[in-house]
C-alpha cells in the first residue's frame, strides 16, 4: 500500500470519526422528519399537477370526439342528400369526402389526447401509492423520532451523573467520615477521663457533699428559707 492510500484511509477515517460526533440522534430523526414531510409536500404537488394535465386532456378528448360526431352525422347527411338527389353526385361526393377526413382527422386527435391522459392517470396511480409510503413513513417516523429523542435524553443524563460519578472518590470519602469518627469518639474518652480525674482529686469531704447535694446554690436557699419558717413559728 503506498503512502497515498495510507494517507487517504488515514483522512478518511478521521472524517467519519469527526461526522459520528457530530451525529445527535434526537436532532438527526428530526431532520429525517423534515426530509420525509418536504418529498410528500413535493409528491403531493407534483401529483396535483400530473391530475389538471389528465383532467386538461380528458376534455381535450372529448371535444375532438364530439368534433368527429359532427363530421360524421355531416357526412351521413350528405351522403343521404346525394342518394335523394338532393344534392349534385359529384360536388355531394366531394364534399362528403372532406366531412369524412375532418372526422378521421379529429378522431386521430381525439385518440392521442385519450393516451396522453392514460399515461398521466397511470402516473398519478403509482404516485398514490408513493404518497401513501410518504405518508406511513412519515407516521413511523414521528413514533421513532419521539423514542429516540425520550432514549437520548435519558443516555444523555445518565452519561452526566454517571461521570459526575465516576470523578466521586467515595473511598476517600468514607475514609475521612470513619476518621472523623474516630476522632469524636476519642474526644468523648478524653472528656470521661478528665471528668474521673476530677473526682480522684477531691477530698473525702467534697466527696461526701457532691453526693449528698450540699453546697449548692439551692440547697442553700431551702436552709434558709427552713430557719427563717422555725423562727416565725
Known amino acids: 500500500m503506498s503512502i497515498f492510500d495510507r494517507l487517504f484511509r488515514i483522512g478518511a477515517a478521521e ?17 429525517i422528519l423534515r426530509e420525509l414531510r418536504a418529498n410528500y409536500q413535493q409528491a403531493i404537488q ?11 386532456h380528458r376534455a381535450s378528448e372529448l371535444q375532438y370526439r364530439n368534433t368527429a360526431d359532427d363530421w360524421e352525422k ?20 366531394e364534399l362528403a369526402n372532406k366531412a369524412a377526413e375532418a ?18 392517470e397511470s402516473a ?20 421513532r423520532a419521539q ?30 467520615l470513619n476518621r ?8 468523648e474518652f478524653r472528656a470521661a477521663a478528665y471528668a474521673q480525674l476530677e473526682d480522684s482529686t477531691m477530698s473525702t469531704e467534697q466527696e461526701i457533699n457532691k453526693a449528698l447535694g450540699v453546697g449548692s446554690a439551692s440547697n442553700a436557699l431551702e436552709a434558709i428559707k427552713a430557719k427563717r419558717t422555725k423562727l416565725l413559728n
Open 74 to 93: 355531416k357526412t351521413n347527411e350528405l351522403l343521404d342528400r346525394i342518394e335523394t338527389k338532393q344534392l349534385d353526385e359529384a360536388k355531394g361526393t
Open 103 to 120: 372526422h378521421v382527422a379529429a378522431t386521430n386527435e381525439a385518440d392521442q389526447f385519450a393516451k396522453m391522459a392514460e399515461k398521466e
Open 180 to 187: 472523623m469518627d474516630q476522632k469524636a469518639s476519642a474526644q
Open 46 to 56: 407534483g401529483e396535483a399537477e400530473i391530475k389538471a394535465l389528465a383532467l386538461q
Open 15 to 31: 472524517a467519519n470519526a469527526a461526522v459520528d460526533k457530530l451525529e445527535d440522534p434526537s436532532k438527526m430523526a428530526d431532520q
Open 147 to 176: 423514542l429516540i429523542s425520550s432514549r437520548a435524553k435519558t443516555a444523555e443524563v445518565s452519561e452526566k451523573i454517571n461521570k459526575t460519578l465516576s470523578n466521586v472518590d467515595t473511598d476517600g470519602l468514607m475514609a475521612t
Open 124 to 143: 398519478v396511480a403509482v404516485m398514490d401509492l408513493k404518497i401513501k409510503q410518504i405518508k406511513d413513513q412519515i407516521a413511523e417516523t414521528e413514533s
